[in-house]
């Protein structure tokens, strides 16, 4: 949920609740603006989650820890 709330690449359905998932499968299917731009933001957000991405950012974060007096 957390990544589908950040990316905004996607519905979220109630838990436990297949109604809720139904509903939300339908929107997409009959809104094709929606689901487009809910693709679009999805497959952007995941092109700036590469591995070497997060690494990148967790060893500079160990450099500053290093750095720190």
Avoid: C, H, Q, T
Avoid at 23 to 29: P, R
Avoid at 35 to 47: D, Q
Wanted: proline share 3%; aromatic share 8%.
């Amino acid at each position: 949920m957390e990544i589908v709330k950040k990316s905004k690449g996607g519905l979220i359905s109630k838990a436990k609740d297949p109604l809720s998932f139904e509903e939300n499968v339908i929107k997409l299917i009959d809104d094709k603006l929606l689901y487009n731009i809910l693709r679009n933001n999805g497959l952007n957000y995941s092109k700036k989650r590469s591995w070497n991405n997060i690494n990148n950012k967790l060893l500079k974060k160990y450099e500053r820890l290093i750095d720190l007096p």
